[in-house]
């Protein structure tokens, strides 16, 4: 079953502003990856964080990490129209490392 | 630097007709590789993966199957398809040890007719 699951579904914000999408899992992780999809294409890994760090700055990317809450976030700064994309986040499981998807969240930036 | 190829982009098929994917990896040795299927607004569904040639592992039963005659070569495979096999193919790769990241081929989007 789908341990992964990202809130909101859908987000829909102007250019220039801040997006932030969260993420829920059930299981023991060894780290927590986040990949962005455009439309009918594949997935762009974005940034990996690993069960012992708490926070991780990518560009205008920030992802935290609470274990004790099993959850995590992903804040994208000074939006723009190339980010309109779906953002999934993958759990990678302790037990065997294999990732978790969630449905994701699909991102709209409007110009 | 490492690419990954996936064909073809769409494909239509009836119901019955066999099915093969091909998804091949450049400029990388020994990659772990797998096939997901991802239905419309939903995450991925994990279908295969591979550590090494001809190692094959299945994770969810059904009427699809994947080979892995070379090392950086990952066929999806089908002899008889079904309507619920519709959806969009995924192939990635990721480096071998445990906490890398993958990366995705473009994917396949299937009907069936």
Not at chain 1, 28 to 52: A, E, T
Not at chain 2, 24 to 50: I, M
Not at chain 2, 90 to 103: E, R
Request: proline fraction near 4%.
């Amino acid at each position: 079953s789908q341990q992964g699951e990202e809130d909101p579904q859908a987000l829909s914000i102007q250019e220039g502003e801040n997006a932030t999408m969260n993420c829920s899992y059930k299981t023991s992780i060894n780290n927590l990856q986040w990949y962005r999809q455009n439309s009918g294409r594949g997935l762009v890994h974005l940034i990996l964080i690993r069960s012992n760090e708490r926070e991780k700055h990518s560009g205008r990317l920030r992802v935290t990490l609470d274990t004790s809450k099993k959850s995590s976030s992903l804040l994208i700064t000074a939006s723009r129209a190339a980010d309109t994309a779906s953002y999934f986040c993958a759990p990678s499981m302790d037990s065997n490392y294999q990732l978790i998807w969630g449905a994701g969240t699909k991102l709209i930036i409007k110009p | 630097s490492q690419t990954i190829h996936q064909w073809p982009a769409t494909l239509v098929q009836p119901v019955g007709s066999p099915l093969s994917l091909e998804c091949t990896v450049e400029g990388t040795s020994n990659p772990n590789l797998y096939w997901y299927r991802q239905a419309a607004g939903r995450g991925l569904q994990l279908l295969f993966y591979s550590v090494g040639i001809g190692q094959i592992s299945s994770e969810v039963p059904q009427n699809l199957s994947a080979s892995r005659p070379q090392d950086r070569q990952f066929i999806l495979s089908s002899k008889k398809l079904l309507l619920s096999d519709s959806g969009f193919y995924l192939c990635a790769w990721s480096g071998l040890q445990a906490d890398q990241p993958q990366h995705f081929g473009d994917g396949t989007r299937l009907s069936i007719l």
